[in-house]
């Protein structure tokens, strides 16, 4: 990783939750009371930039339920788990990215590995996205790779390189603003999964990180990690890799959940910036 890669400061540590396809209205409401209840309360730490992508039938209301929390937008940010690449019109069932901008997203993720392989997303429509969202003003999450059997043939750093350099494009001479690229292992996500080991995840964040430093030396990015994350595991994440943030499912869904794992992110931080090594979530440059 060379020094130019990203401008990411000491205080930038993403910690954030796809709800994926759960919740009602009333279910996301009572979260995002939580969640401000909290902010309110002085309980999230300051170190954090947190996002949440609830369904998007529910990104208007907990938009709603946030307002006056008091964490400012660079703090808290919400996002929609997917959108169109192309403007309002005849695409029965889909939603733009202006739409989704409207309902308070101002972020959105874009090929998550369910999206890959339940739905066929292929590497140029996400391509198309991530484009399209830029010109939204939108910040493309892009979730990139490698199956159990890519990675059992040995395969992992071509198919991650591969994902994250189509990726980006189509952007052309679209520069993005800032950029979050989550490295999430299929084999890692969900209940089937099991977290990455500390190795799998660097090495993976590194070949992202190679392809960004080639492809986009300039632009603000952010490399992060999700697949089963947890309470177990999230402190010894943040701290001891490379890593720019942890991208979470099943353990942040609920408030408790996103509020403890940032405890443990922020205390692991703290811990670990008294100490020779010097973590991700402290170090001013890469
Ligand atoms: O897919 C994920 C985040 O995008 C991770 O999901 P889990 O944390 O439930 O494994």
Request: glycine share 10%; proline share 5%.
């Amino acid at each position: 990783m060379t020094s130019t890669t990203t401008t990411t400061t000491a205080s930038t540590f993403w910690l954030g939750t796809s709800w994926k396809m759960t919740k009602t209205l009333a279910e996301a409401g009572d979260y995002a009371d939580e969640l401000r209840t909290a902010a309110l309360a002085g309980q999230v730490p300051p170190e954090l930039r947190l996002f949440v992508l609830p369904p998007v039938t529910a990104l208007a209301t907990v938009r709603d339920r946030l307002d006056g929390a008091q964490l400012d937008r660079a703090r808290l940010l919400l996002g929609a788990q997917n959108a169109y690449p192309g403007p309002e019109g005849p695409v029965t069932g889909e939603v733009s990215m202006g739409m989704v901008r409207d309902a308070g997203a101002r972020m959105v993720e874009l090929g998550h590995a369910e999206r890959r392989t339940l739905l066929g997303e292929t590497d140029e429509l996400i391509a198309a996205k991530v484009a399209a969202a830029v010109s939204a003003g939108l910040i493309p999450l892009v979730c990139v790779g490698e199956t159990a059997a890519e990675r059992d043939r040995g395969d992992t750093a071509s198919v991650v390189a591969g994902q994250v350099r189509a990726a980006l494009g189509g952007l052309g001479r679209l520069a993005p603003a800032e950029l979050l690229i989550a490295y999430e292992p299929h084999w890692a996500i969900g209940a089937q999964g099991r977290a990455a080991a500390p190795d799998d995840v660097a090495d993976g964040l590194a070949v992202v990180r190679q392809v960004l430093a080639e492809e986009l030396p300039d632009s603000t990015t952010g490399v992060l990690y999700g697949g089963s994350v947890d309470a177990g595991n999230a402190a010894d994440l943040a701290s001891g890799l490379d890593v720019d943030g942890l991208f979470v499912g099943r353990a942040a869904w609920t408030a408790a959940g996103l509020l403890d794992l940032a405890h443990r992110c922020a205390d692991a931080a703290r811990a670990h910036s008294t100490t020779d090594q010097v973590p991700a979530i402290v170090r001013k440059d890469r």
